[in-house]
C-alpha cells in the first residue's frame, strides 16, 4: 500500500461551479482541490493532488496526518 492510499478522496457534482470538485478531507481540509469536466477527469488530478502533498510531506521530514474520515459507517452484521 502506497501511503496516499490510506486517504479517502472522494468526487462529487457541485451545482454552483457546474464542475464536478474532488476532495480529500484528511490532506485538504479547508474543501475542494481540484474541478473538471468529468468525475474521472476529476479524481484523476486529485489523485495526482494527494500523492505530491504526501510525497512533499515526507521529503520535509513531517509526519502525515492521521486518517480520521471514513467513507461510511461499518456495516453490522445481521
Do not use: S
Not at 486517504?7 to 475542494?32: I, K, S, T
Request: proline share 6%.
Amino acid at each position: 500500500m502506497k501511503a496516499q492510499d490510506q486517504y479517502l478522496r472522494f468526487v462529487r457534482w457541485e451545482d454552483a461551479d457546474q464542475l464536478y470538485v474532488g476532495y480529500c478531507p484528511d490532506l485538504f481540509p479547508w474543501g475542494g482541490v481540484c474541478h473538471g469536466a468529468t468525475e474521472e477527469e476529476a479524481y484523476r488530478q486529485l489523485c495526482k493532488l494527494v500523492a505530491e502533498e504526501v510525497e512533499e510531506l515526507q521529503r520535509e521530514g513531517k509526519e502525515l496526518p492521521q486518517p480520521t474520515t471514513r467513507a461510511m459507517r461499518e456495516a453490522v452484521p445481521a
